[in-house]
């Protein structure tokens, strides 16, 4: 027998974690479009409506009830905006191990969304799941993406060389592959508490998720 994730939402201070819904569509493919998002993930380019709409109706409920992951869209608490995605699979549900991946929509940026959220997701997957391990990959020029690691209190663990395929723009305004390393970080629940330490410092929120 499979096992999934619940189908759940979760809380903090500032966001809510909640399953995909059509109403998403338009923000979903408005984020996705991003240049950022383009460069770094594998996302179809140009992203259309029709990608977003069989993500959310099809693909994202899959990753569930497959046993693969799970899917949140992150939304702001006080305007229902979709903010970014947090995304796990690879699940390995005898090692209790699970990878993440984590998309900002532009206008969010620099807010400690991406933080807020990750952190939510860990505890939950930690306290309320009883996982063991986290792991993130980022690609090496992904700065953006490494501080996010950083300030969740990941462990640098060692470089997977030439095991991504980025994409960067060409003189003619098109998208050309570029072959990049990945950075493999994992948290373990042993590492939260640095991660809320660090976080408290720099004055950002902590998050004390609810899930239910």
Not at 97 to 116: D, F, H, L, Q, V
Not at 155 to 164: C, K, P, T, Y
Not at 173 to 197: C, H, K, M, N, Q
């Amino acid at each position: 027998m499979t096992s999934t994730f619940p189908d759940i939402s979760i809380s903090t201070d500032r966001l809510v974690l909640r399953p995909f819904e059509e109403a998403d569509i338009p923000a979903l493919t408005e984020m996705m479009g991003d240049e950022l998002v383009t460069a770094w993930t594998s996302v179809p380019c140009p992203y259309t409506e029709t990608e977003a709409r069989d993500f959310v109706t099809r693909r994202a409920p899959t990753v569930r009830s497959a046993g693969e992951g799970i899917v949140f869209a992150v939304t702001e608490f006080l305007t229902q905006r979709l903010v970014g995605v947090v995304h796990l699979s690879g699940t390995d549900w005898r090692i209790l191990s699970t990878e993440a991946g984590y998309i900002t929509a532009p206008w969010a940026r620099g807010e400690g969304y991406a933080s807020e959220s990750m952190l939510a997701v860990a505890q939950w997957l930690f306290q309320d799941q009883k996982f063991e391990r986290l792991e993130l990959r980022t690609a090496a020029d992904n700065t953006a993406s490494q501080q996010v690691a950083q300030k969740l209190g990941c462990i640098s663990e060692g470089v997977l060389r030439n095991a991504w395929i980025a994409r960067t723009r060409t003189e003619d305004g098109g998208w050309a592959d570029i072959r990049t390393d990945l950075i493999v970080w994992s948290l373990l629940p042993e590492d939260l508490d640095g991660a809320f330490e660090q976080m408290a410092e720099a004055g950002g929120y902590a998050p004390y998720p609810d899930w239910n």
